[in-house]
């Protein structure tokens, strides 16, 4: 590996595992406190770094690059669609300490709000005014959470009512599972391998689009067609009969040939009719 200088800047790649060599170990223990998942952490851990890979010119240039990826990591732990996953359907087996499988359930007793102002507040050890940013709620509502957290776990288990001691409880909780989080390069490769996919995916879509409404505009008809009306029965027809025999189709009998040549001779010596001049 080349030894870098003060002068020469980290590259993308170098940067990503620097930040993620810093972050990645205690963000998996924090995201333990979430869900009580150990394999759950690690994923949202590893997710969340997948997603600052892939929008990395926008993460490099974050005031605080840490917590854009804790508050993912955080989101994609607390989801509610992990419980429809079959692999998550099953407790994981418990903390041996008595003491922090007590604490444990104790936090997760608690709604994903409270619980995740607490971890941030009392754990990570955030300000109130930072907590209430990550947890995108007011000042005075992530006061009011970690009130009632703090509470709430104080009857389960009065030792804790002291901050300080529940501070150090959650710290000691989050070392003792000895989470460990992946290398930072499968990581990456896993991520750009997922970017790529989605890539694909949107211009196959995109192409089946395209050629869905090619195919539309090539079949469609370039004029209006005016349906034929369905053929209906005509009531209130008179019978036969009522206004004379109908005479039948074909040439004219002798009789009425004769008729006809004699209206026809009487009306040639008459004069013209009369007929309106134009103009």
Known sequence: MTKLT?????????????????????????????????????????????LAWQRWPEVARDRDPGSWVRAVAYDCALSPWHRFRPRYRHTEPPPADPADRALLDALLQLPPSYRRTLVLYDGVGLDLPETAAETEASTPAAARRLTHAREAVAARLPELTDPGELHRRLLGLASTERLRAAEPEPVRCEGERRSMFWTRAAIAFTGTIVGATTLTL???????????????????????????????MGPLPPKEQARRAKVRSTAAGRPDRLAPLAG
């Open 218 to 248: 090539w079949t469609a008809p370039t004029h209006f067609e005016a349906p034929i009306a369905p053929a209906q029965a005509v009531e209130g027809v008179p019978p036969v009969g009522i206004m004379g025999p109908l005479l039948p």
């Open 6 to 50: 003060q002068d020469q800047p980290l590259t993308a790649p170098q940067a990503f595992d620097a930040l993620y060599s810093f972050c990645a170990p205690a963000l998996v223990r924090q995201t333990y406190l979430l869900t009580g998942r150990r394999e759950l952490a690690r994923e949202a851990v590893e997710r969340a770094f997948q």
